[in-house]
């Protein structure tokens, strides 16, 4: 299910807009599209190229677990000035591929968000999230 944030903060880096919020719908499991809207009502699908959690209570960051997702996302255009109050829309990895797979049954396989973490977990505090995550798992 494609997610929506809402945006608490927005930080212009340079050609990267970094976007804070909590999600109030679906889940977000790493980069992919997004949909976003300027000041001018018009609306730009860009990429998300990095992501944090702050609070981090599972994986993937689903709607209502209390934490903060920061994306870092491509500015579709260098005078882009995003709408806050118009929040984030998630479009996908793959949105457009006609090619795309369903492996929703895959989705409950633990074997299957091993495979994710080892791809995304990520620490400056924790110097092997992936054990630590694996250990608290028992």
Known sequence: M????????????????????????GAYSGPEWVMLCDKSGERISAQV???????PKGWPVVAGDGSTLVLHINLPRPTFEMD????????????????????????????FWAIQMSLHAASDIVPDPLVGWLLSRG
């Open 2 to 25: 494609p997610f929506r944030l809402q945006v608490l903060n927005i930080v212009s880096r340079g050609p990267t807009l970094v976007v804070s919020g909590v999600l109030l719908e």
């Open 49 to 55: 190229i990095q992501h944090e959690i702050i609070r």
């Open 84 to 111: 806050q109050a118009q929040g984030i829309a998630g479009l996908g990895t793959l949105s457009c591929n006609d090619n795309r797979i369903d492996i929703t049954g895959y989705l409950s396989d633990p074997a």
